[in-house]
């Protein structure tokens, strides 16, 4: 992982937030290559769950959500992790997290004074937060130490901390002017169901994809970008007849499955947790978790597929009482819309249920990146280091390199290269004039670029070997292999392959 994070930095991928500054913890940005890659991993999202189906519609909704929607949603009551302090140094946890990292013992010793085991971890943090007096005095008897100061902690009284960015609207701020920045993007799908309904005609099953950012205040935001406070998240909301929504998981479990796999996140690295009745979500009849091995970390949430039967359209919609609905939903007297659809079947109103497969760019680019990393020992015994993304999300699909950078000569001819190879839709070609070819290829092995093309002296007809020109050097990232292609067969070469 550490590996990782540094070339991410050297190669221009991902920056510290407001790093001039000294760092905004929870943030970061994405540079030249970053972006690239983010973008092609979202591109492939929408390709595939959008465009590739006919069940699917898009939408891009705002961020900032009236505080009503995130009210309703059970936000503003629920949305929370345990926080708590340690009185020695004023430094703040997330509990659970603070646990988890402690020694094996301490642990023990603390599920032993919940009356839990150790082995159930859920539960241990599900007593801890029930019982924040005897979670206090636990925390001190087993010893749990600060990660900060690295001695025992002087442990408060655990508290649910809301992670919601609060922020307020418009020049007066009084207490009806704020609202939220959304800390998903799934509410805006609900609170546009019925506009995208009226609006194409759908009938039952279809779903709303989107892919937008998402903010939560982290209490202890951490491992790189895998937590962090500002995220991007890729969520669908599929819609379904109550009664076929185990089936429609079902089938979302497998696509998705499948989807990793070709972003090169095999499946034997996802491990699926059927989360456990007494773990699930409020709003949740059943979720999948999918736990990705992220090296360092370990099995961790990469995505999460709930089933969320009628809680989200039934908890935003007006005459709740005349909808036979089946999840446990606060009373709504604030909604002015009735968020049904005819049942396929029977044509009356229904409140359809919901399966939700959600997915964070972030930590899909994280796996992705830590997939695609590989050192390797070359015959001569040197090492490299090189990305072996999938052509698709490679950042830089071709590097036209002229041999010599002060050679006008090979720069325009490589120059018009590029500009050709551009034309193609394929992505970002680069022209690469830095001059030294050897330096060249270990850059693009270490950022995934699929293939270099040399523009060198034979190419313009001036080398020794005149059957040479008009061909480039094309040279395969992953084989190494070189091979000379004539120009004129280069795009369809390229184009056959990048495919
Ligand atoms: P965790 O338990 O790790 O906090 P979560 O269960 O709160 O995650 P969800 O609410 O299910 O996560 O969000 C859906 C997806 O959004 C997650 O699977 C993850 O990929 C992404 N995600 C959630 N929180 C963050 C975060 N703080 N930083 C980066 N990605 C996140």
Redesign the pocket.
Known sequence: MEELVSLCKRRGFIFQGSEIYGGLQGFYDYGPLGVELKNNIKAAWWRSNVYERDDMEGLDASIIMHRQVLRHSGHEATFSDPMIDNRKNNKRYRLDHLVKDQKADVIAKVAAAMGESAENFPAVVAALNANPAQASQALKDAGVRDPFSGEVGDWTEPKPFNMMFKTTIGPVADDESYGYLRP?TAQGIFTNFKNVVDSTSRRLPFGIAQIGKAF?N?IT?RNF?????E?E?MEIEFFCTPGTDEEWHEHWLEKRLSWWEAQGVPRSKIEILDVPKEDLAHYSKRTYDLMYDYPTLGH?????IANRSDYDLGSHTKNQSELGLVANVEENLDSIAKLTIPHPETNKPVVPFVIEP???V??ALLAVLSEAFTKETLENGNERIVLKLRPHLAPIKVAVIPLARNKAELVELARSIKNDLQKLGLGRILLEDSGNIGKAYRRHDEVGTPYCVTVDFDTVGKGDDATLTDTVTVRDRDTLAQERVKISELTAYLQAKLK
């Open positions: 998903e939560r982290e935001p970008i895998f937590r962090v406070r995220l998240q961790e949430e990469i995505e999460g959600s997915a964070g972030d930590r």
